[in-house]
């Protein structure tokens, strides 16, 4: 059984408009939560996380929504670029305990220009 | 600063084979990690070490040995390569203390 599930494998999105990337999960004490990009032929990178204690987080163009009550967090990209084309990770964890995180499978992110 | 460092890059094995994936970073971080990522699947934890000497097993261990003899170094073997190992490796590290890990380029693995 997946603890953290993104339910949507793609999304294409215009260059300049928002993207939105979402992620469910189910176990309720995972406390810190991550974004990964990841391009072909390489690993993921960290994007952006957050912690359970707040419910936004913002870095530049990236925003993290953290909705504890629904298990369910989303990233915000404003404006995509086409240079944001990747696939995005959201992964799961307890702080204080990075080397264990659960991880999405992926959403395949397409901006077009 | 090469950061995580992964070889190879490719490897084809037959079935019954076995070899070890080498893992190294330069950042002297404590924790490292090995996941899978297979289609639909995302990564997947199959070892970690805490530091050197002490390892643990993740979600998926079966089919998979670590150590860890110095802080730098992480390898994974493989002893007798089966084809539902074909996979993409990726290998991690985290400093003490910190949240955020980072990974290595991967090995793709494909077991004929």
């Known amino acids: 059984d997946q603890q953290v599930k993104q339910n949507s494998p793609s999304l294409s999105v215009q260059e300049g408009r928002i993207s939105i990337l979402n992620c469910d999960y189910t176990n309720s004490m995972f406390d810190y939560f991550l974004w990964y990009k990841k391009y072909p032929a390489e690993g993921p990178t960290f994007l952006i996380s957050i912690s359970s204690i707040k419910d936004k987080n913002e870095d530049g163009r990236f925003t993290v929504f953290l909705n504890k009550s629904a298990k369910h967090l989303s990233l915000h990209i404003v404006p995509s670029q086409p240079g944001d084309s990747a696939v995005y990770f959201c992964?799961?964890?307890?702080?204080?305990?990075?080397?264990?995180?659960?991880f999405g499978s992926g959403t395949q992110l397409t901006v077009l220009p | 600063n090469a950061g995580v460092t992964q070889t190879p890059k490719f490897q084809v094995l037959k079935t019954g084979q076995s070899m070890t994936l080498q893992c190294a970073q330069d950042m002297n971080h404590e924790y490292m990690s090995w996941y899978r990522q297979d289609p639909g699947m995302g990564l997947r934890l199959i070892h970690y070490?805490?530091?050197?000497?002490?390892?643990d097993q993740g979600e998926v261990p079966n089919g998979y040995n670590v150590s860890r003899s110095t802080t730098e170094d992480f390898p994974l073997r493989l002893l007798s390569a089966a084809p539902s190992q074909t996979s993409v490796y990726f290998c991690a590290s985290t400093a003490s203390g910190g949240e955020t890990q980072y990974f290595g380029p991967g090995t793709r693995l494909l077991v004929l």
């Open positions: 070490s805490v530091g050197a000497g002490i390892t």
């Open positions: 992964a799961a964890g307890f702080s204080g305990s990075a080397r264990q995180l659960t």
